[in-house]
Antibody, heavy 123, light 107 residues
């Protein structure tokens, strides 16, 4: 059974960097999309970006609205996927989810999700 | 960006009812449309992918249809555990946007 677990600081100061980790247990990192999604309190879901890791390299894609501030990376030795978001503001306060993306033929979707971690941006 | 419009935003229904939620996209996305269920305080869970394919383990009372710009999620006979918020999501092109959600409540 593959499980995803997000971790990181629950409080980040404005203008600082939000750093989260998603630990993957029970399965491989290779051959899947690893996605970060966030949900502001009481609101809907926003796709942040993904990294697709093939085993030897990773390719990324980011939401254009965040592209200048976000980086997603993989540490295969630790089986972790990381999210870094720089220069945060109160608008970045949200529940942050890690999810796995799978493809079937030309289609893909998010088949596994972590429980999410709440990050509040406040001084 | 592809805009997603779900309707209704909220819906009250009774156990045993047939319920339909619609999702319209601002441009054609073929069948690149997924549906997720999110219960209060929980992470979303995929129900339908590729517009009409039922995810393994999801009850058969859930079904999806549509292509192009108009899609529907149907629950044939509502069960108590189905009261939740439902989101559509397009997987056609980045950014992979979600609908605003439909909150399904008990009448």
């Amino acid at each position: 059974q593959v499980l995803l677990q997000e971790s990181g600081p629950g409080l980040v100061k404005p203008s600082e960097t939000l750093s989260l980790t998603c630990s993957v247990s029970g399965g491989s990192i290779s051959g899947y999309y690893w996605i970060w999604i966030r949900q502001p309190p009481g609101k809907g879901l926003d796709w942040i970006g993904y990294i697709y890791y093939t085993g030897s390299s990773g390719s990324t894609d980011y939401n254009p609205s965040l592209k200048s501030r976000v980086t997603i990376s993989v540490d295969t030795s630790k089986k972790q996927v990381s999210l870094n978001l720089i220069s945060v503001t109160a608008a970045d306060t949200a529940l942050y989810y890690c999810a796995r993306g799978v493809s079937t033929g030309p289609y893909w979707y998010f088949d596994l999700w972590g429980r999410g971690t709440l990050v509040t941006v406040s001084s | 960006d592809i805009q997603m419009t779900q309707s209704p935003s909220s819906l009250s229904a009774s156990v045993g009812d047939r319920v339909t939620i619609t999702c319209r996209t601002s441009q054609s996305i073929g069948s690149n449309l997924n549906w997720y269920q999110q219960k209060q305080g929980k992470a979303p869970n995929v129900l339908i992918y590729a517009a009409s394919s039922l995810q393994s383990g999801v009850p058969s009372r859930f079904s999806g249809s549509g292509s192009g710009t108009d899609f529907t999620l149907t629950i044939s006979s509502l069960q108590p555990e189905d009261f939740a918020t439902y989101y559509c999501q397009q997987s056609n092109s980045a950014p992979y946007t979600f609908g605003q959600g439909t909150k399904l409540e008990i009448k």
